[in-house]
């Protein structure tokens, strides 16, 4: 296969290097040659698709640089095969992203993400016509004033072209009373959610045809050269929504810290409280798209505006259409430098925000009545007990198993709680 041969070469010769730093400007701009070589040297997606399936069977020899070249290049040729008119708008938000925003060269964890994000879209769309899109950056109340440094930058940037970039403010939307962000009262009771749905409002009011609104987080951990993996399901496929998924055999993940067994114990919970997104296993990865036809019907009285808005979005899209999202594996780096979250994520709150929306929008059946009414009840202490006590079933599985391995019972968390007081 020449595009194999091609990419051993690539490796012979180190055209790229075995390490990627994802602060380094050097470092996307070789993905992005090499995801133009391969998208230009494919004869069509089922040769990127099978050049994929042997670099991510053997991920760990492989770098990953390249690993997310072969993404990007088969987003760019999926959308190269779509011959209607499409718009996508990238919608993200920043709170406390004052440093991140800026160069390397301004600041030691500056990731200059604004800029590159755009230079991202641009690679990807350039080459078709028939595609276009848009950004809208939301404050979501930073008191470093990201929003305005977003401005500054678009308003002062000689590398690209920043007309199709939009910066908006949560407050605003506040002190309009959009319904939107009801029931807000400050920008302090959003934690993201209430911007990223203000962004998909604002993006949701523009008349386009085959109109895909996406959200992603502010950092540069997924490469929106991607899109193209989220949009085809939506456009070509009829899918209502497509989701980036960092748990599937053929994602890509550099994750630090230890997020993935408390993370592990969040899924298996929320699959007890809401069964019917069973099928979908990475609820928070930041990289989702929705077929903006939908989106006015989902966003709008919702009850949760914090980090766990993704799950009701997810939610509303599953019982208007059953298995209407498509997961779709991605790759993505961990951004953890200036993370504007913690490494130990709100799982505990995200799990109540979830039994809310059980509460809300489900028929009651025993079982996640048992569970809601264990969760509602859990301080934080419990909650950390319970990870450091956290049965092995659990912590060692899979979970993508998680709805339908359902053996750890409620009595069993209480159990393994008294036995951490013990």
Not at 283 to 292: L, R
Not at 341 to 345: C, G, K, L, R
Not at 361 to 366: D, E, G, R, V
């Given at each position: 296969?020449?595009l194999?041969?091609?990419?051993?070469?690539?490796?012979?010769?180190?055209?790229f290097?075995?390490?990627?730093?994802?602060?380094?400007?050097?470092?996307?701009?070789?993905?992005?040659?090499?995801?133009?070589?391969?998208y230009?040297?494919?004869?069509?997606?089922?040769?990127?698709?099978?050049?994929?399936?042997?670099?991510?069977?053997?991920?760990?020899?492989?770098?990953?640089?390249?690993?997310?070249?072969?993404?990007?290049?088969?987003?760019?040729?999926?959308?190269?095969?779509?011959?209607?008119?499409?718009?996508?708008?990238?919608?993200?938000?920043?709170?406390?992203?004052?440093r991140?925003?800026?160069?390397?060269?301004e600041d030691?964890?500056?990731?200059?993400?604004?800029?590159?994000?755009?230079?991202?879209?641009?690679?990807?769309?350039d080459?078709?016509?028939?595609?276009?899109?848009?950004?809208?950056?939301?404050?979501?109340?930073?008191?470093?004033?990201?929003?305005?440094?977003?401005?500054?930058?678009?308003?002062?940037?000689?590398?690209?072209?920043?007309?199709?970039v939009?910066?908006?403010?949560?407050?605003?939307?506040?002190?309009?009373?959009?319904?939107?962000?009801?029931?807000?009262?400050?920008?302090?009771?959003?934690r993201?959610?209430?911007?990223?749905?203000?962004?998909?409002?604002?993006?949701?009011?523009?008349?386009?045809?085959?109109?895909?609104?996406?959200?992603?987080?502010?950092d540069?951990?997924?490469?929106?050269?991607?899109?193209?993996?989220?949009?085809?399901?939506?456009?070509?496929?009829?899918k209502?929504?497509?989701?980036?998924?960092?748990?599937?055999?053929?994602?890509?993940?550099?994750?630090?810290?230890?997020?993935?067994?408390?993370?592990?114990?969040?899924?298996?919970?929320?699959?007890?409280?809401?069964?019917?997104?069973g099928y979908i296993?990475d609820?928070?990865?930041?990289?989702?798209?929705?077929?903006?036809g939908?989106?006015?019907?989902?966003?709008?009285d919702?009850?949760?505006?914090?980090?766990?808005?993704?799950i009701?979005?997810?939610?509303?899209?599953?019982?208007?259409?059953?298995?209407?999202?498509?997961?779709?594996?991605?790759?993505?780096?961990?951004?953890?430098?200036?993370?504007t979250?913690?490494?130990?994520?709100p799982?505990?709150?995200?799990?109540q925000?979830?039994?809310?929306?059980?509460r809300k929008?489900?028929?009651?059946?025993?079982v996640?009545?048992?569970?809601?009414?264990?969760i509602?009840?859990?301080?934080?202490?419990?909650?950390?007990?319970?990870?450091?006590?956290?049965p092995?079933?659990?912590?060692?599985?899979?979970?993508?198993?998680?709805?339908?391995?359902?053996?750890?019972?409620v009595s069993?968390?209480?159990?393994?709680?008294?036995?951490?007081?013990?």
């Open positions: 296969m020449a194999i041969r091609y990419v051993n070469e690539a490796l012979k010769t180190k055209v290097s075995e390490t990627f730093d994802i602060t380094n400007t050097g470092h996307w701009n070789q993905i992005e040659t090499l995801a133009q070589q391969l230009k040297n494919a004869y069509n997606c089922n040769e990127i698709t099978l050049l994929e399936n042997r670099i991510t069977t053997d991920k760990k020899t492989n770098p990953m640089m390249l690993q997310i070249a072969v993404k990007v290049a088969l987003s760019k040729k999926l959308l190269a095969s779509i011959s209607k008119p499409v718009h996508i708008s990238i919608i993200f938000a920043v709170y406390k992203e004052n991140r925003i800026l160069t390397k060269e030691p964890l500056g990731e200059d993400f604004l800029i590159r994000k755009i230079k991202q879209m641009q690679f990807l769309t080459e078709f016509k028939n595609i276009s899109w848009d950004m809208f950056v939301v404050d979501d109340g930073c008191p470093e004033g990201s929003g305005n440094i977003a401005r500054r930058i678009l308003k002062t940037s000689k590398t690209v072209n920043t007309n199709n939009k910066v908006a403010f949560l407050q605003d939307a506040i002190d309009q009373h959009l319904e939107v962000v009801a029931p807000l009262q400050s920008t302090d009771d959003s993201k959610g209430g911007s990223i749905e203000y962004g998909m409002y604002l993006a949701a009011q523009q008349k386009k045809e085959n109109h895909v609104i996406i959200f992603t987080d502010a540069l951990s997924t490469h929106l050269g991607q899109s193209g993996l989220l949009v085809n399901h939506i456009v070509t496929n009829a209502k929504a497509a989701i980036g998924s960092r748990r599937e055999p053929k994602s890509v993940v550099v994750k630090k810290g230890t997020r993935n067994t408390r993370g592990k114990l969040f899924i298996y919970l929320w699959k007890r409280l809401i069964p019917q997104l296993t609820t928070q990865c930041g990289f989702k798209a929705f077929d903006a939908i989106v006015n019907k989902i966003i709008n919702t009850i949760e505006k914090k980090f766990a808005f993704d009701e979005l997810l939610l509303k899209t599953e019982l208007i259409e059953h298995q209407s999202i498509q997961k779709v594996p991605i790759a993505w780096y961990d951004s953890e430098a200036a993370s979250t913690t490494d130990i994520q799982y505990l709150s995200m799990l925000a979830t039994a809310a929306m059980y929008y489900l028929p009651a059946n025993p996640s009545d048992e569970f809601a009414n264990f509602e009840k859990l301080t934080e202490t419990q909650w950390q007990n319970l990870v450091d006590k956290m092995e079933e659990i912590a060692n599985g899979e979970p993508s198993t998680f709805d339908r391995f359902d053996k750890v019972s069993r968390l209480m159990k393994a709680l008294a036995d951490s007081q013990v």
